[in-house]
């Protein structure tokens, strides 16, 4: 029932530095003799624990903890333990930026993860650059961080938009039809989901019956349904996200319109289908990574651990986008047997996933061009209650390979520049 | 055309009737007490989670019923102990407060409920449209409508006869009199303050049967409620609805025509109303009759 | 000189000394340069908000709008116009402080609750316009792409962009300008009218003053104050987004300003960096430090309404 879910862990800073003993401690930690194999690895992390994005940055960071606890049960990176330091960007730029320089300047940690907010991942991927951190964008889905703005030291783990885009919409025009109307969120994430899908659009032959840009956090959306209704399309496609997209369909179903025209879109969550009511569960969606999958190697695990810290509740995406990050660095930290950010970035690419890391059936890896994560879109449809699980609330149809949705590196205008 | 226009503005002023609910109660608090109550989102808040949390045990018409007298207990309580002491001073103070006291509501009820958003269920009766052309009528849009229009006439009956409402009106216009005359000016400001208080729980209650019902719901509702109050007019509670009104059929309409600029059109309502009539369109002083 | 001066004269050396000396007693009690250095522009904010509130007696609670302001000014001339650093600060200031100065000629006819609504309605305006004029301000995803540029002397460079100590100080001198010219107003007859018309408003119209023309140019002076301090900000992220122009961010500024006493001169500064350093060490140790801000807000309305330095001096007393 309670979002306690930092509260273990921080008891451990919290002794670390005590309030009184802050300032001895801080004097006095150059010049405690420590024996390198006692030196702890820091993984930093930056996510919006407040705010409009609390709840899939909280669950980022369930799953970022998860890795770090098993991690140090099989012995830590390189020997040593493995710390994850979490701060709050408070869904602020300023904020955010702020943190990053304070847990790489002050905090000195060697990898970073961050943002849900992909403004702010982009700006603290300039400060990574900049200080020449390993950042593994946890949850940023802007094209351009693994696009025109790559830069040497970021990868990503969830799909581009033009993943997403491509992994729906042959399926949507078949078995829906060829007149499309979009509801889309006014920022960017929006606005290149909205390319992607008018381009496949266009590439099957289908018409845009028109684009509702609705501003971000709207609570109403009846205008916008008044328009897509007289527009008349075979499909109404909902790119909002989070609070939006609660608020849409549950309108929409209260309107009866899903009745009268296909509801589907691209990315959806189980946080929001979790947060609606049943009879507003519906629509072909896309998901990036779900909780049940019988018979894939590790899955079941992986559910159970969660399921431990997270109040009996089954493990989102945004889980897997944290234990992802953290379990990377690890792993080519281990492998490679150094911690320079320059060659973990060089041994990150191409670098396969293992099965009780990647949890699903397809070959996972980061690609070397853009340095995006190769996931599969698990493509399928909401319902309103899981036959033997009351939090089985989506039926997965297909499970796409990412490297079959992503779309060619030389397209996505990322040209890596290594440092001199 | 005409069509997509004749809806919008009936859609609007759907959405205004919600706005009227929120602004009065705000108006109210700020007429007589002359404090902003910036916390005013987080009573609507908790409405909605009282609401979320009592349901399944009265159903959704005993939540509707016992949520916002619930809430407005909450509300006298941190009038007596919050807000009191700064009556008399300089209204920067209570500014502040409920200011603070916003950050605390939105904090503890992801504390308590956690940031993951509820689902809320409406009775299925109310969740289904008038019509198939008339999709956007849903019975549970014409049941808060009607809710208003109830808690409107309620609140206009209450401040027209009864002992209290005619205090209030009287506190208004001037407390120091209204002191003088011997009638205990902080009950009144207690009562005034849980009325309004009230009538935020019940918009929360409504409004989680709209929308998600999550932490931070209340913060991009509490701006309409300021410009309803100043479009209207600062003092007048007529003023107030017809300006929640207003600012909702604005919105409604320009959502069909400029979708960007469906919320700051409010604002550029509320620019325009202060160049051409700096005191609102239904005056400064509070005229209830 | 009088045991009054020399007593004033101490306090700002002790002050200024430990503003130039940040950087070095910082680090060792757990702190970084970029801290402080977001502790002065912030500091330099309310101030400004201060200007208006605690010397001329005038709430504005949307004065963060021209804080915003001023951030894109800078941004956008660093994107878009010419990479320089001194003319981004510039701009920032001018676009602040004349969108405060045409908005002023408004509202100056109000007062009290009503002309707090409105402040903060108007600073929503800007908010949402920065939040949807996504062309040009970038939107929800704020203004990136820019960064702070050297300084050019002619025989050197300075470079503020990678070296955190560089920019602290270019920071602190600017801050020095601004306060200076702040103090330099307070100090002359306009700044004593302010404090008049604060005083006793009535009186001061009876004495002859044109009150609304001084509350107007107290207004947007503060409002060009606060543009360059928003500039300052764009460079500290080497970004700008809307967010900066919300009321919250108002909020913010007018309680550092209570907090650390309204009637002071640095006052503002102290209750910034109590602010600042207590949110940044909260929201490191709970994800709850919402409700522990929420209740500083309380207890300094409730029982510390004179802010730290009011309550020091009225110990003294």
Not at chain 1, 226 to 251: E, F, T, W
Not at chain 3, 134 to 154: A, E, M, N, V, Y
Not at chain 3, 181 to 190: C, E, N, T
Not at chain 3, 277 to 301: A, E, K, P
Request: some cysteine; aromatic content about 10%; charged content about 15%.
């Amino acid at each position: 029932m309670t979002s306690q879910i930092l509260t273990s862990k921080f008891d451990r800073r919290r002794l670390m530095k005590g309030a009184a003993a802050l300032g001895a401690f801080q004097v006095a930690s150059p010049f405690l003799i420590q024996a390198r194999g006692e030196t702890p690895i820091r993984i930093g992390m930056v996510d919006p624990l407040t705010g409009v994005y609390a709840a899939p940055a909280g669950n980022e960071v369930m799953g970022a903890k998860l890795a770090v606890e098993q991690i140090n049960a099989k012995g830590g990176m390189l020997g040593r333990q493995v710390e994850l330091l979490v701060e709050d960007s408070a869904n602020d730029v300023g904020t955010g930026v702020q943190k990053a320089r304070k847990l790489i300047e002050r905090d000195q940690v060697n990898f970073m993860i961050g943002d849900v907010n992909s403004g702010i991942a982009a700006a603290i991927a300039q400060v990574t650059a900049e200080k020449k951190i390993l950042h593994i964008v946890s949850g940023g889905h802007t094209d351009s961080i693994t696009g025109k703005d790559c830069k040497w030291n970021v990868f990503r783990v969830c799909n581009t938009t033009r993943m997403e885009a491509n992994s729906v919409s042959d399926l949507l025009f078949t078995k829906y039809g060829k007149k499309w109307h979009f509801i889309t969120p006014d920022y960017a994430f929006g606005h290149t989901l909205y390319s992607a899908c008018t381009d496949n659009l266009k590439k099957l032959g289908g018409t845009v019956t028109g684009n509702e840009l609705t501003p971000l956090g709207t609570t109403d959306f009846s205008a916008y349904l008044i328009k897509a209704r007289v527009a008349n399309p075979d499909v109404l496609l909902l790119l909002v996200q989070g609070s939006d997209m609660i608020n849409c369909l549950k309108q929409i179903v209260q309107f009866g319109l899903n009745k009268q025209i296909h509801v589907a879109g691209t990315q959806q969550e189980l946080e929001s289908l979790a947060g609606l009511p049943p009879e507003a569960r519906i629509g072909i969606w896309m998901f990036e990574w779900y909780w049940k999958q019988p018979g894939v190697p590790g899955v079941e695990k992986f559910v159970a651990d969660i399921r431990k810290v997270n109040n009996g509740n089954v493990p989102t995406a945004r889980h897997w986008f944290g234990y992802v990050s953290a379990m990377s660095f690890a792993l080519v930290a281990n492998q490679r047997k150094t911690t320079d950010a320059v060659k973990l970035a060089a041994a990150l690419e191409n670098f396969e996933l293992p099965d009780d890391v990647k949890l699903q059936p397809n070959k996972v890896y980061y690609r070397k061009g853009d340095h995006q994560l190769m996931t599969s879109a698990f493509v399928g449809e909401a319902q309103s209650k899981g036959k033997d699980d009351p939090e089985d609330l989506y039926r997965v149809d297909q499970v796409v390979p990412g490297d079959k949705t992503a779309p060619a590196v030389g397209d996505t205008g990322c040209t890596i520049q290594w440092p001199a | 055309m005409t069509q997509l226009l004749l809806f919008n503005v009936t859609n609007g002023l759907i959405i205004g009737a919600f706005y009227v609910l929120m602004a009065l109660g705000l108006s109210l608090i700020l007429n007589l007490s002359n404090v902003i109550n910036f916390a005013h989102g987080g009573f609507l808040v908790i409405g909605g989670y009282i609401a979320y949390t009592i349901s399944p045990y009265v159903g959704f018409w005993g939540a509707l019923l016992l949520a916002p007298p619930l809430t407005a207990v909450i509300g006298l309580a941190v009038e007596r102990v919050l807000i009191r002491p700064l009556y008399g001073r300089d209204p920067l103070y209570s500014l502040l407060l409920t200011f603070g006291l916003a950050f605390i509501i939105e904090d503890g009820t992801r504390f308590i409920w956690g940031p993951q958003g509820k689902p809320v269920t409406i009775p299925p009766f109310l969740a289904q449209p008038l019509s198939n052309e008339l999709f956007f009528i849903t019975g549970y849009r014409l049941f808060m409508v009607a809710v208003v229009m109830i808690a409107v006439a309620l609140l206009f009956q209450l401040l027209r006869y009864t002992r209290l409402g005619i205090r209030i009106r009287a506190g208004t216009l001037d407390l120091e009199t209204v002191a003088a005359l011997g009638i205990n000016v902080q009950m009144l400001r207690s009562l005034n303050f849980a009325v309004g208080i009230y009538l935020a729980g019940l918009s929360g209650v409504l409004a989680a049967g709209q929308l998600g019902l999550e932490p931070t719901m209340g913060t991009g509702l509490l701006m309409p409620s300021f410009i309803a109050i100043i479009v209207g007019g600062i003092g007048s509670l007529p003023g107030t609805l017809v300006g929640g009104l207003l600012i909702g059929v604005a919105s409604g309409l320009t959502a069909v025509f400029l979708p960007a600029a469906s919320e700051a059109v409010i604002y550029v309502l509320m620019a325009v109303v202060l160049l051409l009539r700096p005191r609102g369109l239904f005056g400064e002083e509070g005229m209830m009759s | 000189m009088s045991a009054e001066q020399i007593r004033k004269l101490v306090l700002l050396a002790a002050i200024w000394g430990a503003l130039l000396l940040a950087p070095y007693w910082m680090v060792p009690l757990g702190g970084y340069t970029a801290l402080a250095t977001r502790v002065l522009v912030l500091g330099l904010a309310a101030m400004s908000v201060n200007f208006l509130l605690g010397f001329t007696g005038v709430l504005s609670f949307g004065h963060a709008a021209y804080f915003g302001l001023g951030a894109y000014g800078a941004g956008l001339t660093l994107k878009f116009l010419v990479a320089s650093t001194p003319l981004a600060l510039v701009l920032g200031m001018l676009l602040g402080g004349l969108c405060g100065a045409i908005l002023g000629t408004l509202i100056v006819r109000r007062r009290g609750v009503y002309f707090a609504m409105v402040t903060i309605a108007f600073g929503q305006v800007f908010y949402y316009i920065a939040f949807q004029w996504s062309s040009l301000t970038g939107g929800d995803d704020g203004l990136r792409g820019f960064s702070r540029q050297p300084i050019d002397f002619g025989l050197f460079k300075l470079d503020i962009l990678s070296s955190a100590d560089n920019f602290y100080y270019f920071v602190l001198f600017c801050f020095a300008l601004v306060a200076g010219a702040m103090a330099f107003i307070l100090r002359s007859p306009f700044g004593r009218t302010m404090i008049a018309i604060r005083e006793n408003e009535r009186r001061a119209r009876f004495l002859g003053i044109p009150v609304e023309r001084h509350i107007w140019i107290a207004f947007t002076l503060s409002c060009f104050f606060m543009g360059f301090a928003g500039a300052l900000y764009a460079l500290v992220n080497n970004f700008a987004d809307p967010r900066g122009l919300h009321y919250s961010q108002s909020g913010d500024f007018v309680m550092m300003a209570v907090m650390g006493g309204m009637r002071s001169f640095w006052g503002p500064l102290l209750g910034a960096a109590v602010f600042v350093v207590l949110q940044d060490y909260l929201s490191s140790i709970t994800v709850n430090w919402m409700s522990f801000v929420g209740l500083l807000f309380v207890l300094v309305v409730l029982f510390f309404p004179r802010g730290l330095l009011g309550f020091l001096q009225r110990s003294k007393a």
